[in-house]
């Protein structure tokens, strides 16, 4: 199979780091395509950022779909533009953080979520009543580390984020540990090792879901909420959507 | 004082129409400055249509906010893109669902919406869910019409608002009505005389939200979730954000 | 226009008070009549407090309504007897905090309330409820300044306040501050000076909600919850209402 | 055991209506003292009606107090005042819904309940919020019979109460009916046997639960919400409460 | 009436001593049976425990139901197995958690559970959330007391349990105190005089509502979620339950 | 890697079924060995048979773990014992109904659940609030075919499957299918054929996650709720528990 996994941002080390995740784990016939959208901003840290992002995201779902890929991933722990790009999907769409805290439910009774910046909390809230993981989240833990940081980490970006892990677990009671940034994506075992709880990273979890429903033959539902959107004229440097 | 009125589709007869309900209950001092992006599409219907209006609409707040405007209204009834304009404006953004539903609380206990297409039925919802009303809402209706046959309305159309607007009122109890669109804006007037239940419509609530917040010297709170995004890099189209 | 702006408690400096404020931001044509009822408490700090203030703050409703006022506005921060008076109004009858609740949470994504007595906290607590603001409220906190020492606020009572306001920001994350009394009323530009947080006064609030709602010609509906009530006898001291 | 039985209403009958069918369940030393407020409305059917009624049955409470009574009854559907009562009381009060839910809730998954007016569904749904029992409840159904019709019960009044029960049943999914009025108390018995489902009363149940309070030595705790009120002046026809 | 009350672990020490608190309260005519049951654990602190423990406790209510017991109570806070045993029994089955928060209720605004290993936290939370009373409890604490040690409680334990119920008052406001052990059963009333609140035993809290239902001729309603089991074949140790 | 799959009824043609289901999804190195418990209800279709079932069904988990699988699945949609089983194993434990719901909410905003009996609804509802997927339920019903009817299905318990799905995609808005029992496993792939939209199995979504967990090296966390049961005596047919 192929999948199509999108870093939303335009920072390419970042596309690189997430591609070697996801190929550690796929299995052997699935082909990881990776890329970053040609519009928007270097890294997404605000709904800002992410409004933007999701534009230029848009245009390279549209690809994988024209490449006739059999899953797409949004490789950005916002999840963003996720409800549009099953719309115009016709094969499944799975977002990193959903994917994360599916795979966190199934080993952990609540799990805790450690992410980049401060200001990303509320985003993480609304994620998790998303999806109704809000019940099963000892909390949403901050780092202030910086998403272009994680493009190569040292040793003390490393420490801060171990530090920040084991206050979820010793203070809040997280049983696991969702990652919250695909800049995390290699950390996840060592992180693991030495926490002693599972730790979840969403690319590496997104890849297998994506297998698991293209060995199942289950597609985007084009009933109701995902149906595909209604032809219209698309004006300026959207024209390309025009229909 | 100055408002940005932004329909967020490209449809420049909805931008007038929208224009002409704000500046008729508008006070004498307040200037409504109507405009609509360059970028996206025609109408809005669809979580596809709103993630790509969302980017151009963003560079009217910004141009707004640089012509020295005191308020921006987003005239669409999804209230596409509310948080990412709010971290990038110092002046208050106010949507036009939120700016309706807090109206209609103030003058019903339970109210109902009544909108375009069945498809959006989840996005509203996801509103009321966003803005705390949804215990305040007897349900929301969908007609079908298609939000660009609101530009002109015929008798027909009009005729199948006012049923299902009959039928908010006797099934569901709905003691008032929220007009889901923004291309409803000139209705609200004569379906009120013939409903006898208050009938709001979001454009005009949201310019009196906006004289208010102005006669009280409110502006966007810089501290937390709406401060400015970081300044970082940005491709493409959107280099102009870069900073 | 003409506001009946009501102070429950029977305390002629506090309605004096927020009379003044009202005045402060009330448009040229807006004519506030303040008053406070004959009978019940000096101030309102108990569920006990507020039952026994409604049934005369009833009556200031109904005196309204025959003068011919165009809003009422109920200026205790528990909105005593709210759905009480809608039912007898024709015209909008507004709370103080869910106007300052409406109004905070367009200029902020968070808001904290800081109020006055730490019994009084549960009440705050079910307002937010009513209303649906309670996942947009970073927090309630008390100051236990009692509300009569509001009427003359000395040097320790408002820093007292500024520092719970404080605390609220920095220990909440609150973004906005909505001020839980009436009592407070004239404090609010001060702290917002000082705070650097947009710090919103529910009575002030309540009368632009009331002027705006007047402007767009929306009164209480009359179908349903907000249906004038049965006629019926009273004995006692309640033999007026009598129909 | 002394029970302070309130009706808070002033209807006479509805009175004696519920001393009997209180005395009917008490234990052999129970004594019922039932009573009615001098002032207020002769039946409570809306927002309005409760809020006047509240201010008199405080003085019943009071005086119950006074008279070394073991415990409190509020015997109207909507609990009026029941928070304040508590306030002021040292002995538990109990509200007929509170009551008829906790038993209901012993003896069904989910209980249907069966009221008077239509206008007070709001009402009813709020008292399953504020105790909790929301999602136990299969639905409120309104017979939309007066509740002074409920003085004396005539052919057509019981089979429109009995229809709507089956209706509960069949169409809800109702497992046991709670009967909405006090004023339906005398009702249960022959509901119960016809329907084959248990019918709850709340006056009864509140009765039982009075006497497991008092034979459990439990009375309301004066830390924290219900703690006595602060002293303070009242004027006018509240000036018996100031201390 | 003949009350079947259930110690569901195999601990026939703890059976003793629920069976003098429930005894020391009951009626004059109420005769209690207290039995545990053949098979199971000597605790239960546990899913695991729990999940082997209802196994046979249902054994004791269908010799209940046998025997002609008017109610059964299971003295156990996780309320193990307890829609199961209302679905085989005819009469009413209380759980002594569910029993304990109904009281508790009526004599407070918030509660405070205080219970035993720390990782039965998220039991107690469950058993809030399925009776609805989890918005009026002001926290659950462990002791991290094993239910053994419950057995016989030496001073050290005391002060213990003691210590985290004036935490539960002074951090959390708590009102009243939940004890979360049937265990625990005897100790409420020194607990209540040096607290000053009240204290909630659940198992004295189930015998007053069996006895309440009982006086009240309510039992289990077998329409619908408690409808008596379809009949079929059981294997192995369970074949006595085959029809 | 083995599968340790568990049929929770005694009925061995069930058990060969979904082993058959199971194994046409696994990956060429996935082992699956089915089985059911030696003791228990020849189906599940109640509280009471649910709780039976669980004893003996802990033991093939204990079991499996013994003979070193690398996953069990809990094949029954109420997914008995799921907290339980995860107490006592360090391998992944997956519920059916869990793992239907979080592959179903990849592929749809709202999927509809079709079960067999009526009585199982609430046990649904409960699974659904469990899991936090509530809110992306279009609702749940029941076709009230007998579970041990579906061993061998005929034309018209298919048909009468088939119409209950479509009933939930026209009038309930289910843009997907859930198949509320493990006996429906077979029919996914026809009626997703039939119905146009996707029809998710619990028993494969399991395989899958069972398979995509082992690929990542993700366990059962032992910290927190899921750590392993305290060591105590266990009696009569629960000795072997003993530790």
């Avoid at 966190?104 to 799990?111: G, N, Q, T």
């Avoid at 809040?172 to 090792?193: N, Y």
Wanted: hydrophobic letters at 45%; aromatic letters at 4%.
């Amino acid at each position: 199979m192929k999948i199509n996994l999108i870093n939303p941002n335009t920072c390419q080390g970042m596309t690189e780091k997430i591609a070697i995740s996801a190929q550690s784990v796929a299995l052997p016939d699935t082909h990881i395509i990776a890329s970053s959208p040609l519009h928007g901003p270097v890294s997404i840290e605000s709904a800002f950022d992410e409004a933007i992002a999701s534009a230029a995201l848009l245009d390279v779902i549209q690809q994988g779909e024209q490449q006739g890929v059999d899953a797409h991933i949004i490789a950005c722990f916002g999840d963003p533009a996720l409800d549009a790009a099953r719309e115009i999907a016709t094969k499944p769409v799975i977002g990193i953080a959903g994917a994360a805290f599916q795979l966190a439910s199934l080993v952990s009774y609540r799990f805790g979520v450690v992410t980049t910046m401060t200001r990303t909390l509320p985003a993480s809230q609304h994620l998790l009543q998303r999806y109704g993981y809000q019940h099963l989240c000892s909390g949403v833990r901050a780092t202030d580390i910086a998403v272009l940081a994680l493009e190569s980490i040292d040793h003390n970006t490393y420490q801060a984020l171990k530090k920040e892990c084991q206050r979820a677990i010793s203070e809040d009671g997280a049983e696991a540990i969702v990652l919250g940034c695909a800049g995390m994506s290699d950390l996840a075992h060592e992180l693991s090792q030495q926490l002693a709880v599972p730790v979840i990273d969403g690319v590496v979890a997104a890849v297998k879901l994506a297998e698991s429903l293209h060995q199942l033959n289950l597609c985007t539902s084009k009933q109701g909420q995902y149906a595909k959107p209604l032809a219209k004229a698309f004006q300026g440097n959207f024209q390309h959507w025009s229909q």
